[in-house]
């Protein structure tokens, strides 16, 4: 069955316009270089053994005897390979999070993204060949407070305090050789506080696991586990594993509260048997092409999936559009059951450092489902939209604060068919709007530690225009979240 949606060929355009116009690490103060590793040792040469001259011929009193053959002269013996290979374990310096063009401002959203450059950067020192062996990650705590209104079905109004944590400790290899061409691996080590979390879940375990190669600031190809680059950014609120980023979301109830689409179905590491194979082209320093691939098992279903996404950076203006497609198909041969995902959608964000910076982001992703039967199954078949924007302010030194909305509305393929339904809704859809807004205030000290305060509060109205006895509730969710946090 063909995309009910075609907008590959949309997504394509979008990224050619912006090559024709010329993507969670931490950026900290640059410091004072690595020591330079002790150069290889260089190869002895041993000289050859002295044999001794020949004796001078004897005096003869009547005949003279010839001088004997000298002995033969050994050879040399080979030098000694005393080159060994140079390691240099380091905590990684301000240079591993590279600046071609300015992040945002300092501890700010944007300051603390990558925007698609290759990091961590990790060069050979002085251009010598060698081995770095680099050192990084991040803690932090959260303690949080929720009160949700919950008005759907088989829900009742909830009031939770909550006490996370997660650690990440980050261990980059990368050998150069020397004129720019690198090899590098990469695993993060991820621990939680929540210690009761089912061990099929594996959150515990593995953040990033990958091997990169290819040549600094021009090209590299990536295959492993890891993040495709960012397309919508959300800001200092929202963050990934809190309780405000689901929002007015209810865990009981079957109708869910949409999450925000930021051409994220193939953003995230992948989980199960799947994993990504990716190609970064570095065409300046202010333009950047990823092309994501995705391959394997996603529980029980066979999956492939493609991502293109641009990176525009003048520093003051950046620009970042990005398209996917994916199929999911089930593994067993007696079912024509399969999943599509595809969508697109762009950022545009605005730094004027050291005062503020801020963006405004949109997207729109499709879900097609059909079942074993090769039917689509228009209930779960899905258009998500959604729109945003934050901005951050710097208050005074390492004060800043930040404010943030999204709206996401879903709706699915199914349509009202009674002509003489009683509250007009013949030829309507369902509606599923979802409203988050947050303010943050944070304060850095030592430039590596953040103590962030966000408010947040989110509405989710569900509008039923199919059953005759339609279900039509809204819930609400306000909250604060206070996190200590240490990056290193």
């Known amino acids: 069955m063909k995309s009910r949606h075609s907008v590959f060929g949309l997504g394509a355009g979008l990224l050619v316009c912006a090559l024709g116009v010329s993507g969670m690490a931490r950026a900290q103060e640059a410091e004072g270089a690595a020591p330079t590793p002790a150069a290889n040792g260089e190869a002895a040469t041993g000289a050859a ?12 009193e009547a005949t003279t005897t010839a001088a004997p053959e000298p002995a033969p002269v050994a050879p040399a013996p080979p030098a000694a390979d005393t080159s060994t290979s140079t390691l240099s374990v380091e905590v990684l310096p301000g ?5 071609q063009r300015t992040r945002g401002i300092q501890f700010g959203s944007l300051w603390l993204t990558m925007h698609g450059q290759q990091w961590p950067y990790l060069p050979a020192l002085e251009g010598k060949p060698g081995l770095r062996f680099g050192v990084s990650g991040s803690a932090w705590v959260d303690t949080s407070y929720a ?140 333009l950047r092409l990823e092309v994501l691939g995705q391959i394997g098992n996603l529980s029980g279903f066979n999956n492939r999936a493609i991502r293109p996404v641009a990176v525009l950076d003048l520093g003051i203006v950046k620009a970042k559009l990005g398209f996917e497609w994916g199929k999911q198909s089930n593994i067993e041969d007696n079912t024509k059951e399969y999943y599509t995902n595809n969508g697109f959608g762009g950022a545009l964000q605005l730094v004027l450092n050291p005062y503020v910076e801020a963006g405004v982001n949109g997207a729109i992703g499709y879900l097609d489902h059909v079942n074993g039967q090769g039917l689509l199954d228009e209930r779960g078949s899905t258009t998500t939209k ?66 962030k305060f966000v408010g947040a509060y989110s509405t989710f109205d569900h509008t039923d225009r199919i059953n005759l006895n339609p279900v039509i509730f809204t819930n609400k969710m306000y909250g604060g979240r206070l996190r200590l946090m240490y990056l290193f």
Request: aromatic fraction near 12%.
């Open 147 to 286: 009160r949700l209104e919950l008005r759907g079905p088989n829900d009742v109004p909830v009031k939770r305090w909550t006490n996370q944590g997660r650690a990440v400790l980050r261990a980059t290899p990368t050998y150069n050789t020397g004129d720019g061409w690198f090899v590098q691996a990469q695993v993060e080590f991820v621990a939680n506080s929540d210690q009761n979390l089912p061990g099929s879940q594996n959150i515990g375990g593995i953040d990033d696991l990958y091997v990169r190669v290819g040549k600094w600031r021009t090209f590299d190809v990536t295959v492993g586990r890891f993040q495709g680059w960012e397309v919508y950014h959300y800001g200092m609120g929202l963050d990934l594993n809190t309780l405000e980023r689901t929002g007015a979301d209810s865990r009981k109830s079957s109708i869910r509260a949409p999450q925000i689409y930021g051409v994220s179905s193939y953003w995230d590491r992948p989980n199960s048997a799947s994993g990504n194979i990716a190609a970064h082209v570095y065409i300046s320093d202010f």
């Open 49 to 60: 053994p002295a044999t001794g001259e020949a004796a001078a011929a004897p005096e003869a």
């Open 95 to 99: 240079t591993a999070y590279p600046e």
């Open 386 to 451: 959604s729109v945003g924007g934050f901005a951050n302010a710097r208050v005074i030194g390492p004060l800043v604060v930040g404010v943030g909305a999204n709206f996401t509305n879903q709706e699915n393929l199914e349509v009202n068919n009674r002509s003489d339904d009683p509250k007009g809704n013949y030829g309507k859809r369902s509606d599923w709007n979802h409203l988050q807004a947050f303010g943050a205030i944070q304060y850095t000290f030592w430039d590596r530690f953040y103590i």
